[in-house]
């Protein structure tokens, strides 16, 4: 009929509807019904019983809010038309969630639970996108009650995240046309006390900034002629954006660009520019600015107060609103180049190595997972030498570079490692064909101080230097580990015999005594086995990410476990990195050291709950595990 | 003919009906339109009859009637022009004497709505008249008379008269209430206009002391 045929053709612009196949389509749509809603009205109510539909937004759209423990209300989506809202608590069949408001007049389609369920058992694509959307929406939502917990400790922190570069750029742009001289553009940009212009075109459109850097680059240094048209010097192309982007995006196309000016535009028109300088006003510091800072300095004594504002960082993405994984991202690409920035240094002062060499960094610097400042975790492999001479003088001249980084990386707030796996321990630095032997040898004798290695050593990653030899150990390693049933057994019984607390919401399996009485250890009880069946997968799959959020997702498609719930893995990952993070920040504001020890008591009932799936599913992963290999497994 | 008067029965009883007091947010509704022969009762005929279900506000879009039939009486070229239907296409098709049970029974339980409802009702009822001897039995509201009364609620103790007097034929009511027509229509996409519209009203009238049936179908006789 006509009226089924309207709603196919819409549905087939919206996924995961259009995933579906003709027939079932129909079926969809014979099964709709269709409400309307004047604007303001409420649709669904926080607290009120779940509603039996989910709905897609026809027409008009909608706000979704949600009212915190504190009683703010507090937006957090704008869904409009081929959305959907009410998926969670419809499948919860729980309390309504969220408030969802109309902004406008709207329409929406009504499809009920059991369609929902029906499709959901049958549609392999179809699932996969809401269980993707479902989870994320879980995790959105527990960040947001963390947010409004951190607002209301008083932060007044703008929101890079969640301020549009509108509310920030400067507005009113000084323009010039593009046959003025420079002479007058550079008139015009004092008069006006401003560091930059926007040249327009005959037809009123913006092509070109002129800044001070290309007064000073283009026509000082230049000896140009001043009376030559503006165009001569000013800068192409524009980079611009949107009002209503977020300044985050503005942040990602500076860097990305290497620019400090960006254009604003509205309906196609030029608004405003926004400026590195105003973005730094927003936030206080920006990491932009903080990657810049550590580019620019020339001793380790310099990068010691840069490092120290690296914790800042995350406080201040915490406030922002990034995702843990954006978050440990960021903190890892930072300290990275803190680390880079020592050896550079180093480099400069050893002179040229008698033989080449790659730094490694492993353990949670080299999974990309650090939140604060972790222990140091490093070592060296150089290429072989050649000859006693040249043996003996490549072992003395990594000696002393390799204490020289480390004092180095200890001044700028890299503890040492208590267990000594740094390349200042000449055990840890090696010339290639050692390596290779280390870690055969660790996969043909599984001793458990042999796997224990393993575990910290196979997430390496070179970090600077010939990463070509870095590269070669990978590959050693995968080859030589495929197939390794014993090794991979005895890594397997190393991995399922940390067992995340499950009995946590309902009996507190916490620290029994001392000074964590009654708290949870998330990074040892949570993080730790999550990250260790990753591994063990990764090395099943021979694949040579050294992530967990990499490796998970590499392994897509080649490793059976991570393509049943890969996916939920992923989002258990994210979900107790962030309340770490959180915890740690926490604690940080208040003056206290960052640690793993998390209080029961002071989680919401979102966040047990979460943290419940997110342990299930890990323990249910090492089951499998243990089905895989056998109950009866080496013992470790 | 027992068949029939079984139907008939059933059709008068009372819980086939929805009770006055009834909200009005949670009445069935049956939404109707007509396609004719033209304008004239004794003369014209029923081309098309489409409709489509609500529950409360909900239009069920998997719930419609749509028939076409052969009419009793020609088809006038006047009114091809309007509905585009050609002679050729109602050959073969069943007599409005097949379908109107089926229609009978497409609007049991549910209060019948309809844009000017009234030309509908009288062509019904010619039918109704001759196969089964009666009137057409259920509840009906005028979406039409609806708007009407809403304008006067909203003109209200003012008391005048607005000299503007506005179209208030179906398409100009969509175009008012931005209710999307498209360039096609018959019978069961004119249903579904009008339920569109009706739907926009239902989320007026309980401000406006409209809440049950019995409030609904005095504000709305056709």
């Known amino acids: 009929m006509l009226i089924a045929e309207d709603s196919i053709l819409f549905l087939k612009n919206v996924p995961p509807f259009q995933f579906l196949s003709e027939a ?48 703010e209300d507090l937006t957090i989506d704008h869904r409009g038309e081929g959305d959907t809202f009410g998926l969670v608590s419809l499948m919860g069949q729980d309390r309504q969630k969220t408030t969802v408001v109309a902004l406008e007049d709207t329409i929406c389609y009504l499809l009920k639970r059991d369609q929902i369920k029906e499709l959901l058992e049958s549609n392999p694509s179809f699932t996969e996108y809401f269980l993707q959307t479902h989870f994320t929406t879980y995790v959105d939502k527990v960040y947001r009650e963390m947010h409004s917990k951190s607002l209301f400790y008083g932060s007044s922190d703008h929101l890079l995240f969640t301020t549009p570069v509108g509310d920030i750029a400067t507005k009113g742009v000084v323009t010039v046309r593009e046959d003025t001289t420079i002479r007058d553009a550079a008139q015009e940009m004092s008069k006006n006390r401003i560091s930059c212009l926007i040249v327009m075109d005959r037809n009123e459109l913006p092509v070109g900034i002129v800044t001070d850097r290309d007064l000073r680059e283009k026509v000082v240094a230049r000896g140009r002629n001043v009376n030559d048209p ?38 196609g028109k030029l608004k405003g520019i926004l400026s590195n300088h105003d973005l730094m006003l927003l936030q206080g510091s920006s990491p932009l600015s903080f990657a810049k800072d550590l580019e620019s300095q020339e001793s380790i004594d310099g990068l010691v107060p840069v490092s120290a504002k690296i914790n800042r960082v995350v406080g201040l993405l915490l406030k922002d609103g990034a995702r843990a994984s954006n978050i440990t991202k960021i ?22 190595p008698p033989v080449p060499y790659c730094w490694l960094s492993f ?14 975790d490093n070592a060296i492999v150089y290429a072989d030498p050649v000859g006693a001479a040249q043996e003996d003088a490549t072992r003395k001249y990594f000696a002393a570079f390799a204490l020289y980084v480390r004092d180095g990386l200890v001044k700028c707030g890299f503890p040492l ?14 010339p290639l064909s050692v390596w290779k032997r280390h870690f055969g040898g660790w996969i043909n004798n599984p001793t458990p101080e042999a796997v224990l290695r393993s575990l910290i050593f196979f997430d390496f990653r070179p970090l600077h230097g010939d990463d070509s030899l870095g590269t070669g150990l990978r590959e050693y390693l995968m080859k030589h580990v495929k197939g390794q049933n014993v090794f991979l057994a005895h ?10 607390p499950l009995g946590f919401f309902k009996t507190f399996i916490v620290e029994k005594g001392g000074e964590h009485k009654d708290e949870l250890n998330l990074k040892f009880r949570g993080i730790g086995p ?40 992923a989002q258990a990952f994210e979900f107790i990195t962030l309340l770490r993070i959180h915890h740690q920040v926490e604690q940080i504001d208040l003056g206290e050291a960052p640690d793993n020890f998390i209080n029961p008591s002071k989680m919401s009932n979102l966040e047990k709950k979460i943290l419940k799936e997110s342990f299930q599913i890990i323990s249910k992963v090492q089951d499998g595990i243990i089905d895989l290999y056998g109950p009866g497994m080496v013992s470790g | 003919m027992n068949a029939v008067m079984e139907l008939f029965k059933r059709h008068a009883a009372e819980n086939f009906c929805p009770g006055p007091a009834l909200p009005i947010g949670e009445c069935r509704y049956v939404v109707m339109d007509t396609e004719l022969t033209g304008l004239d009762v004794k003369n014209d005929s029923i081309v098309t009859v489409g409709a489509v279900a609500m529950q409360g506000g909900k239009i069920i879009l998997g719930e419609t009637f749509y028939e076409m039939v052969c009419p009793e009486t020609a088809l006038r070229s006047e009114s091809i022009l309007i509905h585009g239907i050609m002679p050729s296409e109602v050959v073969g098709k069943p007599s409005i004497d097949d379908v109107l049970d089926d229609l009978l029974k497409f609007c049991e339980g549910a209060v019948v709505v309809g844009h000017f ?15 089964h001897g009666g009137k057409f039995r259920q509840p009906v509201a005028d979406t039409l008379k609806m708007h009407a009364w809403m304008q006067d609620q909203s003109r209200g103790s003012r008391g005048q008269y607005d000299a503007c007097e506005e179209n208030k034929d179906l398409f100009s009511l969509a175009k008012k209430y931005h209710i999307q027509v498209s360039a096609a229509h018959n019978a069961l996409m004119d249903a579904f206009i009008t339920a569109q519209l009706f739907q926009r009203f239902l989320s007026f009238l309980p401000a406006l002391g409209v809440r049950t049936v019995k409030d609904l179908l005095r504000i709305a006789k056709p």
């Open chain 1, 491 to 500: 890594m397997a019984s190393v991995t399922v015999k940390n067992r995340p």
């Open chain 1, 331 to 352: 903190i890892a690409e930072l300290n990275d180049r803190l680390v880079r920035k020592v050896l550079e240094f180093a480099d400069r002062k050893f002179g040229k």
């Open chain 1, 24 to 71: 079932d389509m129909k079926v969809v749509a014979d099964n709709m019904t269709m409400e309307f809603y004047p604007r303001d009205a409420v649709i669904l109510k926080q607290d009120d019983p779940a509603s039996d539909s989910l709905r897609i937004v026809k027409k008009g759209g909608v706000k979704v809010s949600v009212r915190t423990d504190s009683g």
């Open chain 1, 417 to 430: 490692c208590p267990a000594d796996y740094m390349a200042s321990n000449p055990k840890w630095c090696q």
């Open chain 1, 230 to 267: 503006v165009e001569d010097i000013m800068t192409l192309p524009l980079i611009r954006v949107d009002v209503k982007d977020y300044c985050f995006d503005a942040v990602l196309k500076m860097i990305k660009h290497n620019i400090h000016h960006i254009l604003v535009i509205k309906d």
């Open chain 1, 530 to 569: 999550l990250v260790d069946l990753v591994r063990l997968f990764s090395l099943e799959a021979g694949i040579s990410e050294t992530s967990t959020l990499e490796r998970i997702e590499a392994m897509k498609g080649k490793h059976p476990t991570i393509d049943s719930v890969g996916d939920e893995l």
């Open chain 2, 117 to 131: 409802l009234s030309l509908d009702l009288s062509f019904l009822n010619k039918e109704m008249k001759r196969l």
């Open chain 1, 363 to 376: 353990g949670s610097e080299g999974r990309k997972e650090q939140t604060f400042k972790t222990d140091q």
